[in-house]
């Protein structure tokens, strides 16, 4: 429900590596380990800004469509999208009898579904595809 | 320990060993880690007609106040020799000792055979597309392995360290509820998982097995689409064979090629007719429910990595980007569950 580490410690993170792996083996250039190890880095930096790209534009509503489907599953009127992760991790945890599973279980899809398609969209099995096992 | 005075020590224990004289030469560091790390190192016997060979060190320092913290690697080729010699394939174990301390912790040595094969998944998946029918004789080749391991008798095992641990489908969710607690984060899905999986617990295998614990497109080296050898015995514990099935059934060791349920190059329906007639005992309840609760881990992992790095425990840009990897693993457990709801 709550991606970590958060936009602005992955921006901080891909920054650091940038400066450091990356500019290293830029000053190094005959050194094969050193520009492997940054080719790598390079590319997951890379990836990480697409995801935060993504998170910018459809983060903010993705999260209000499952702070909207968790109030309405745990019948509540209000609470942040951390107060209500918590409270279904509780409901969950302690055996959650007067839970519909079936209901948990599409909330819990939803949500999925709308934070894969920030982080990777590609994962995604279509349904025609039928289901993955 | 200085390079020189380890590879002296090496060769000693090497030429203690049955395997005739040999003299060393250090090739190259394979991988270098906080307290263990691996070399290649040629070996050239004494005897004129010998042909040189690779050899790969595995080298631990193994505090043994600490016991249980690190797998000793003695212990590791105990398992890979008894597998090896009930017909998996295996690198040959050349030697295995504890060498006299020389820095803070003694260290564990253990000398296995260089195997010739392709190992990084996405190779292995061309090199095998490269043999006509090659994916169903690699499919044919793991299940083959698995059920010759799994019918291994574990009174067989014969380690120096410690017992292998065991544990049941039981003990194994009490694992995964403890690393889930351990989490500073909340995460729903894992906890719906692990709901599931103790309202259903699988059937109880019919015999205790060894259990690779590890064998997946990854860990396996193959040559011309067949399983050359089983590598990272780290894991090995006793436990439901199933287990392994599971692991390398995995979505996460198909490298995108998701309709090859085994590894990215086989199917399901030819790994279980394969493990069957080699003596393997398929049980879908349990295969299911392993398939459930190692995608559960694997998240749980993944979000583990991503705490180190949030609480500064780890500056690994790659634990870093775990983080962004946890809602793969939920994806698949919601689709695994689904059937379980209804």
Known sequence: ?????????????????????????????????????????????????????REAVAGPEAEASTVADLRALLGREDGSLEELTEALDELLRSGAADLDQRQVHRVLAADVERRLAIARPSYRIDADRGSMS | MTDERLLVELEKLMNSADHGSVSLTFDRELTAGANRRTIRLVAA???????????????????????????????????????????????????????????????????????????????????????????????????????????????????????????????????????????????????????????????????RSVVHGDFRNGNLIVADAELAAALDWELVHLGDPMEDLAWLCLRTWRFGIDDREVGGFGTLDDLRRFYVEDGGRWRQDAFDWWTIARTAWWGIGLAAQAAAFVDGRSDSLVHAASGRRVVELEYDLLGLLADRVG
């Open chain 1, 1 to 53: 429900m709550i991606d970590r580490p958060d936009a602005h410690r992955l921006l901080n993170a891909v920054a650091d590596a940038l400066a450091g792996d990356v500019v290293s083996a830029l000053s190094s250039p005959s050194d094969p380990d050193m520009v492997g190890a940054a080719r790598y880095t390079a590319r997951i930096a890379a990836n990480l800004c697409r995801i935060l790209a």
């Open chain 2, 45 to 207: 016997p004494a005897e004129a007609d010998a042909a040189p060979f690779t050899a790969v060190a595995q080298l631990i320092e193994r505090d043994v106040e600490r016991a249980g913290a690190t797998r000793s690697v003695l212990d590791e080729g105990a398992v890979v020799s008894l597998a090896g010699a009930n017909g998996v394939p295996v690198a040959e174990v050349l030697a295995a000792a504890r060498l006299p301390a020389v820095g803070s912790q003694p260290v564990e040595v253990l000398i296995t055979r260089e195997v010739v094969g392709e190992t990084i998944p996405r190779r292995v998946l061309r090199s095998v597309g490269e043999v006509d029918g090659g994916g169903r004789t690699l499919t044919r080749s793991c299940g083959r392995a698995l059920a010759r391991l799994h019918a291994i008798d574990p009174a067989a095992v014969d380690v120096v360290a410690e017992p292998l641990p065991a544990f049941t489908a039981g003990d194994y969710l009490d694992h995964l509820t403890q690393r889930l607690d351990d989490l500073p984060g909340r995460h729903p899905t894992f906890r719906f998982a692990i709901g599931r999986l103790g309202h259903d617990l699988p059937s109880d295998p019919p015999a």
